[in-house]
């Protein structure tokens, strides 16, 4: 007999085979049986879905939950100037008047005023003498006060940093502003520094809690697998402590950082991992690496200068050293996830893809690129040719984000927002689409992901930004299940609610196909089905 029979419901499969259905079993894990409910076997136990919307669990095929977000930050998000900035980190020292750093994270760049990078002496007045440094919404820069350049050894001598790059100004003393901080802060050499500088947020005690609150926001939200995408061997652990005390409720999929420097024993080490954990709940394997850094403070590279600058960002590597970088990690097996964010950046990976098939022969590699926000109309047909993954973010193209008025148009500048996230054309063209989160980047909730997909607009329900460019919902759906399943070598047991697969479902609220688009965010996950077992209900 079967463990399990969700009925009564109105299942999309995800599978062309059988696109819909009524009624799915499930026996030790896996679907054995789907259909109409007159034919249903019988059943242990029987949930019947009251003819709700069923999906495959969301594969969020991006998504730091190990970094997460920090609740003893101050929160930032939505802060759209200095003064409400000012307003936030007093509210959080009134609450939290004992703490020696002031730590703030998703600051918005646009809350400076003039479209500048943030300063030291912008945040000193707001900081009285604490150190206290600023994360920006990316992750990828930080914004630190006098007393914490002070603190961490930053000075006009010392700006090259295992946490980043300190900006200077003119005279060649650090404003304040630190970029790389994605590629050095979160690395395992960047992450040491900064916990032996005594800052809190690095602190191993940190880490944990934030990994198992995102953890269960997966959960909840439906996520039945999670793919971490940037870690070092030193970060295993928790994962492996969050599987032995039963916090691991969703399955997830870990990629290793391997940034420069990374060694022949490092590979043997990140080999040896993937080895040790590679089951359905936890798998370790494929390796991230960057090939440029994020638009906004214009440090993507771009094949044209940013808008109203002379610069157009520069790659990590020279693109004759990436290629063969690339090329040897392709003839040792291991699946790349490049993060390439301008279209320079972007032709870069798409090249050294295409070296290293010439030099080791085709594989199904599956390496990814991952986000893809500004792309060249010529660069779209390669990624299906290549065999190259899309790993977007629709969030990432919202309006209220990153149209007209904020920073990412304005550094690319309107000749270029033709560029901008093309999910239709590269869909069009065959590319496989992996949608994701990048929490804590965006909002981790798929909902908001597939809506922004499908209608190009804000969550304030404002004008579309580059319309034609959305996509279809089921379009959407597939990217956040099956497409991402693809991408991450998944597919054959998860995806799509087919028959041998394993039981991770999903019962909606509503019924996506049957509301208006702009109702999507409001739409929830009430039951979430892993391996068969009910490991969430809404309430």
């Given at each position: 007999m079967n463990d399990l029979l969700v009925r009564n419901a109105r299942i999309h499969t995800v599978d062309p085979s059988l696109p819909w259905a009524q009624a799915l079993a499930v026996r030790d894990g896996r679907?054995?049986?789907?259909?109409?409910?007159?034919?249903?076997?019988?059943?242990?136990?029987?949930?019947?879905?009251?003819?709700?919307?069923?999906?495959?669990?969301?594969?969020?095929?991006?998504?730091?939950?190990?970094?997460?977000?920090?609740?003893?930050?101050?929160?930032?998000?939505?802060?759209?100037?200095?003064?409400?900035?000012?307003?936030?980190?007093?509210?959080?020292?009134?609450?939290?008047?004992?703490?020696?750093?002031i730590e703030c994270e998703a600051f918005a760049y646009s809350a400076i005023p003039g479209g500048r990078m943030p300063h030291a002496a912008d945040l000193d007045p707001l900081?009285?003498?604490?150190?206290?440094?600023?994360?920006?919404?990316?992750?990828?820069?930080?914004?630190?006060?006098?007393?914490?350049?002070?603190?961490?050894?930053?000075?006009?001598?010392?700006?090259?940093?295992?946490?980043?790059?300190?900006?200077?100004?003119?005279?060649?003393?650090?404003?304040?502003?630190?970029?790389?901080?994605?590629?050095r802060g979160l690395s395992r050499d960047g992450q040491r520094a900064l916990a032996g500088l005594g800052v809190p947020w690095a602190s191993p005690e940190r880490g944990y809690p934030r990994l198992l609150d995102s953890l269960d926001m997966a959960t909840a939200f439906g996520i039945t697998t999670i793919v971490e995408p940037q870690n070092s061997l030193e970060d295993l652990p928790l994962f492996e402590r969050a599987r032995a005390e039963g916090r691991?409720?969703?399955?997830?999929?870990?990629?290793?950082?391997?940034?420069?420097?990374?060694?022949?024993?490092?590979?043997?080490?990140f080999a040896a991992a993937a080895a040790e954990h590679d089951d359905e709940w936890f798998r370790v394997g494929p390796l991230k690496l960057y090939i440029d850094d994020v638009v906004e403070p214009r440090t993507a590279a771009l094949l044209e200068p940013y808008c109203g600058h002379s610069h157009r960002g520069e790659t990590f590597y020279p693109p004759e050293e990436f290629a063969g970088l690339l090329a040897k990690l392709d003839a040792a097996g291991f699946q790349a996830f490049v993060h390439a964010t301008g279209d320079r950046g972007i032709r870069t990976v798409?090249?050294?893809?295409?070296?290293?098939?010439?030099?080791?022969?085709?594989?199904?590699?599956?390496?990814?690129?991952?986000?893809?926000?500004?792309?060249?109309?010529?660069?779209?047909?390669?990624?299906?040719?290549?065999?190259?993954?899309?790993?977007?973010?629709?969030?990432?193209?919202?309006?209220?984000?990153?149209?007209?008025?904020?920073?990412?148009?304005?550094?690319?500048?309107?000749?270029?927002?033709?560029?901008?996230?093309?999910m239709r054309s590269l869909h069009e063209a065959g590319a496989v689409l992996a949608f994701s989160s990048d929490w804590n980047v965006a909002e981790m909730d798929p909902m908001i992901g597939i809506y922004t997909a499908v209608t190009r607009r804000g969550l304030d329900g404002g004008p579309a930004w580059m319309p034609g460019e959305s996509?279809?919902?089921?379009?959407?759906?597939r990217a956040y299940t099956l497409g991402s399943a693809y991408a991450n070598f998944c597919d054959h047991d998860r995806g799509s609610l087919t028959v041998g697969k394993l039981a991770d479902?999903?019962?909606m609220s509503e019924d996506l196909f049957a509301i208006p688009a702009a109702r999507i965010p409001e739409v929830r996950t009430e039951t979430v089905i892993v391996g068969g077992r009910v490991v969430h209900r809404s309430g």
């Open positions: 679907i054995t049986w789907i259909g109409s409910d007159t034919d249903a076997p019988a059943a242990a136990r029987t949930i019947d879905a009251g003819g709700r919307l069923v999906l495959p669990g969301f594969v969020d095929a991006h998504n730091h939950v190990r970094l997460g977000s920090d609740q003893a930050c101050v929160q930032l998000a939505g802060a759209d100037s200095l003064d409400e900035i000012g307003r936030r980190i007093a509210r959080w020292r009134q609450a939290n008047p004992e703490a020696g750093w900081t009285e003498g604490l150190p206290a440094f600023v994360f920006g919404y990316d992750v990828h820069t930080m914004w630190l006060n006098t007393v914490a350049m002070r603190l961490l050894g930053i000075d006009r001598d010392h700006t090259d940093l295992p946490f980043g790059v300190a900006e200077t100004d003119e005279s060649g003393e650090p404003t304040g502003f630190v970029t790389e901080f994605a590629v691991l409720r969703s399955r997830v999929i870990v990629a290793l950082f391997h940034p420069r420097g990374t060694s022949d024993a490092d590979l043997a080490d798409l090249d050294a893809v295409e070296h290293a098939f010439e030099v080791n022969g085709r594989r199904d590699a599956r390496h990814q690129i991952v986000h893809v926000e500004c792309l060249d109309p010529a660069d779209v047909p390669r990624f299906a040719s290549l065999g190259v993954v899309a790993c977007m973010q629709p969030r990432h193209c919202s309006p209220d984000i990153a149209g007209p008025g904020h920073d990412w148009a304005a550094a690319v500048g309107p000749q270029r927002w033709a560029k901008a996230w093309p996509v279809e919902l089921e379009t959407a759906i479902l999903v019962i």
